[in-house]
């Protein structure tokens, strides 16, 4: 977990796997999902942290230097990522999917928007924390991701609603 003391390598790595984690879970949530209109929710969440992690990867082997994406590809099916972004352990999250189904969309929405916003908060309290000029420029970019998330799925609540 995150503590805004790393460097701005092991702050990618960190972030990297959070966002495995969050993109795991969502993709076992549009499996699990009751209705198609959820499913397709989740699996447009997944596909946002698929693109961060992409982005996390970019910048992490441009730090590098390196461009051995199969020594990276390789850490990335090794790693276990236990926690999301939100800093909740996926674990925790995939036994709120056993508990409920998500009949409809609003259901995927309060959970995604729970994750989102969490993820929103943990990036800007390491972005306050981060020693690392650098460090921090990654926590504030991934931050202001994570409200373009935030926002969309408001929008998407209010269309609901």
Same mark, same amino acid.
């Given at each position: ?9 092991? !702050? ?23 209705? #198609?209109? $959820?499913?397709? $929710? ?13 982005? =996390? ?9 390196? *461009? ?11 790693? #276990? !990522? ?6 909740? #352990? ?5 036994? *709120? ?35 690392? $000029?650098?460090?921090?420029? =990654?926590?504030?970019?991934?931050? $202001? ?17």
């Amino acid at each position: 977990m995150l503590t805004g003391k790393e460097d701005m390598l092991q !702050s990618l790595i960190e972030a990297f796997l959070m966002e495995k984690g969050t993109h795991e879970f969502y993709e076992k949530a549009a499996l699990k999902a009751g209705r #198609p209109e $959820a499913a397709k $929710a989740f699996s447009e969440l997944a596909g946002w942290e698929q693109g961060h992690m992409e982005f =996390i990867q970019f910048l992490y082997l441009s730090v590098q230097d390196d *461009r051995d994406l199969e020594g990276f590809e390789a850490f990335k099916g090794r790693t #276990p !990522s236990p926690v999301t972004e939100a800093g909740i #352990p996926v674990r925790d999250l995939e036994a *709120r999917l056993e508990q409920h189904d998500f009949m409809d969309d609003m259901g995927a929405l309060t959970i995604a928007l729970e994750i989102e916003g969490k993820a929103y908060n943990l990036y800007r309290k390491m972005s306050e924390k981060a020693a690392d $000029a650098n460090a921090r420029a =990654i926590f504030d970019e991934m931050m $202001a991701q994570e409200l373009k998330h935030v926002d969309y799925l408001k929008k998407m609540r209010m269309k609901l609603a």
